[in-house]
């Protein structure tokens, strides 16, 4: 969707969810805001002199259409003055009944009055052109309102108070210094200034590579943390999937009998696992079969295997392996898994699972989803798998976005090939231009120097209201 902005104009949308709810709010951004909502907004009580609304206070009142006198709702009308507001623009909220009805006959009755309806994230797109956020922060609400976790949502709601944003404008202000002495040594060769040395050059550039090579690590574990770890469970039919799922679900969401095969096709699920987001598929078990609507769930299977994090291998330890278990085993060399023994409350088997010490990069847990045992373990196991065992510094800017990763691997290619010119004493000027375009990439994530398309690709992401 494209989006036109046109500042001159005050918009209006129902910010809230669609569907009955407690309240609902219309929002209006813009210059005509005030006059606008002062047409239909009526305060309660004998009135002496004309309204004046007092910004920010939570005024009681009714909105009433101006032809007819009659009254849409009772409702709650805060004003707010430029520019200290979402979007740095006069803003008005009216808090009327969380009712289709009302906050669309309200939502008309500001369009007549003259507001036009605004396009999905405009509100955020004018914060973001009126320069009260930046691109990243801007982006960092849509995260906020999609978090699915506790820690996706910590770390969108750092993303949005500035954290990545001052790391990146903090590199940038390093290579824009850098910039300003390459320049001066390339444009006043004669004067009598102190000349940039190779190797203090070197030395600054390596120290801002260092500091994107940080930054890039980060991403891995900052795209999980946002869209959440995906893991396959995978196993026969009958060893517990199912029962693990509805453990970690916490609630029986996918129905768990006896007769195998019931788990024909995959389903996913989105749990959370100590605030990491989890995506789920319980699979149907990877095995050839004759059955045309199973072996379709099998496909599905082997592709959420490939596509995972994280495999996860359920067996019914007070069975002995069979050859469909040893299949799965052998698909699982050279993947990262954690394999469940199952079932230990029952009679084991466990002679026949030493074969499984053999799997280099496997993770082996005693588990009973009928008593519980283990359920910890596994989530302890999870949890130090996304977090690498390391405890993370709260403020730490994570790259979550591929937009924002794709930005900092790009200014770091740029400044390897700069460190290597200056390795080899090339000409300043050579250098400069890797430098410039290194400074240009990170200046994109804050929305800077991102082209008009880039910027469109964002908003249009955004609901409609926000
Ligand atoms: P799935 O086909 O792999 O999804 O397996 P289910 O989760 O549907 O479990 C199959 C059967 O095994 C059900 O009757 C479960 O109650 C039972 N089951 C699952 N885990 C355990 C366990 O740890 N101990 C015992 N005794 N039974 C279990």
Do not use: W
């Not at 520019?83 to 009712?99: K, M, N, R």
């Not at 922060?137 to 709601?157: T, Y």
């Not at 283990?374 to 065992?389: A, M, R, T, Y």
């Amino acid at each position: 969707m494209y989006i036109i902005v046109n500042m001159d104009t005050t918009i209006a949308a129902i910010s809230t969810a669609y569907g009955e709810s407690g309240i609902g709010i219309v929002r209006m951004s813009g210059p005509e805001a005030f006059d606008i909502a002062k047409k239909i907004f009526v305060p309660a009580g004998e009135l002496k002199k004309p309204f004046e609304p007092k910004p920010r206070y939570m005024h009681y009142g009714h909105i009433i259409d101006p032809e007819d006198n009659s009254a849409l709702d009772e409702v709650l009308c805060v004003f707010m003055q430029k520019p200290h507001t979402y979007t740095a623009e006069d803003l008005v909220e009216i808090q009327c009944h969380g009712s289709m009805l009302a906050l669309k006959n309200i939502l008309d009755l500001c369009l007549k009055q003259g507001a036009v309806p605004a396009a999905p994230g405009e509100f955020s797109k004018r914060a973001f052109l009126n320069g009260r956020i930046d691109l990243s922060q801007a982006e960092a609400v849509i995260d906020l309102i999609k978090a699915r976790s506790g820690k996706s949502f910590d770390l969108a709601l750092g993303q949005l108070r500035g954290q990545l944003s001052e790391r990146v404008a903090g590199i940038r202000k390093e290579l824009l210094d850098l910039l300003v002495e390459l320049t001066v040594n390339m444009d006043y060769p004669d004067e009598d200034i102190e000349y940039l040395q190779y190797e203090k050059l070197s030395n600054s550039l390596l120290a801002i590579d260092d500091k994107l090579i940080k930054l890039l690590k980060s991403a891995g574990e900052g795209r999980i943390l946002r869209d959440g770890l995906g893991i396959a469970l995978v196993g026969k039919p009958n060893v517990g999937k199912s029962s693990l799922l509805n453990a970690l679900l916490k609630e029986d969401r996918s129905i768990v009998t006896d007769i195998p095969g019931t788990t024909r096709d995959t389903i996913e699920e989105q749990a959370s696992i100590r605030g990491i987001p989890v995506r789920l598929t319980d699979t149907a078990g990877i095995r050839e079969s004759e059955d045309l609507v199973e072996s379709l769930g099998i496909e599905r299977s082997k592709e959420a295997f490939n596509k995972a994090d994280i495999v996860v291998l359920i067996l019914d330890a007070s069975r002995p392996l069979d050859s469909e278990d040893m299949l799965l085993i052998d698909m699982l060399q050279g993947r990262q898994c954690i394999i469940i023994l199952n079932k230990s409350d029952l009679p084991q088997q466990l002679f026949d699972y030493e074969i499984l010490d053999d799997l280099p990069g496997s993770v082996i847990i005693q588990a009973s989803m009928k008593t519980g045992e283990g359920i910890e373990s596994f989530c302890d196991i999870v949890e130090q798998l996304v977090l690498g065992g390391s405890v993370r510094k709260e403020n730490d800017a994570l790259l979550t976005n591929a937009r924002h990763e794709d930005c900092v691997r790009r200014a770091q290619k740029e400044i390897s090939e700069a460190v290597a010119m200056a390795h080899l004493m090339e000409a300043m000027d050579f250098i400069e231009v890797n430098v410039h375009a290194a400074y240009d990439a990170l200046g994109e994530i804050l929305g800077e120097t991102a082209g008009d398309d880039v910027i469109q690709e964002v908003f249009s992401r955004f609901c409609l209201g926000k």
